[in-house]
């Protein structure tokens, strides 16, 4: 997918670092990372109050992503259903759409850095 450079090295520990916009939400995604085998799997992820837990599980996912998709998403760059579109996300519930929606809100990214 096009956009800002970011890249998620772990997936656990990326989505249980930030908060949420949401009280609770349960979803399976399936990750597709070539390059990084210990996040080429299935995770759960559960929110409750804000903050998520992760875990990789055998288990049919709701929605499969591609790493370079997953990480423009954590970071806000583009909507779930602009991801979708794009076609670095891919539903496998009609519910998925939403939850992700709710867990990724689209952001106006920035670098706080000066070089």
């Known amino acids: 997918a096009a956009g800002k450079m970011v890249r998620i ?13 949401v009280e609770d939400l349960d979803l399976t995604i399936a990750v ?6 210990w996040n080429d799997t299935t995770f759960t992820v559960e929110v409750a109050e804000g903050a998520a837990s992760v875990e990789r599980v055998d288990a049919d996912p709701a929605a499969a992503v591609d790493i370079g998709t997953l990480s423009q998403l954590l970071v806000g760059y583009c909507s779930a259903e602009r991801a979708r579109r794009l076609g670095g996300l891919d539903m496998h519930s009609t519910a998925a759409i939403d939850a992700l929606a709710e ?12 070089f």
């Open 9 to 21: 090295v772990d997936v656990p520990a990326a989505l249980e670092a930030v908060p949420y916009p």
């Open 32 to 37: 597709d990372d070539p390059h990084a085998p």
């Open 103 to 114: 867990l990724f809100p689209e952001n106006e990214v920035f670098l706080p850095e000066s």
